[in-house]
Nanobody, 121 residues
Framework: QVQLVESGGGLVQAGGSLRLSCAAS????????MGWFRQAPGKEREFVAA???????YYADSVKGRFTISRDNRKNTVYLQMNSLKPEDTAVYYC???????????????WGQGTQVTVSS
């Protein structure tokens, strides 16, 4: 069992930055791939970024070049640095964990409760 807790969301103006954190507890964090997903009002949850247990990272086209995913295995934490934020980035952001990397939310077994990110224009 893995427990995930996100933090770092908030309200920011367009062009600003936020860093989300996802703290994991339970089984060995370093062996898990970690993903970030988001869900905007009235839309389906979508893939944002993921990082494998070996540190390879993957991004949705919509955030490539603006967002950076990273992990600190000593702190059992994964981060999502979000720069040049746009109003369309407004959503609830969720972190997820699974043994294997995937862009599909159905592949992830463990989820956090989500953190709200609101980008004003």
């Amino acid at each position: 069992q893995v427990q995930l807790v996100e933090s770092g969301g908030g309200l920011v103006q367009a062009g600003g930055s936020l860093r989300l954190s996802c703290a994991a507890s339970g089984r060995t964090f370093s062996g898990y791939a970690m993903g970030w997903f988001r869900q905007a009002p009235g839309k389906e949850r979508e893939f944002v970024a993921a990082i494998t247990s070996s540190g390879s990272s993957y991004y949705a086209d919509s955030v490539k070049g603006r967002f950076t995913i990273s992990r600190d295995n000593r702190k059992n934490t994964v981060y999502l640095q979000m720069n040049s934020l746009k109003p369309e980035d407004t959503a609830v952001y969720y972190c997820a964990a699974d043994r294997r990397y995937s862009v599909r939310e159905t592949s992830y077994d463990y989820w956090g409760q989500g953190t709200q990110v609101t980008v004003s224009s």
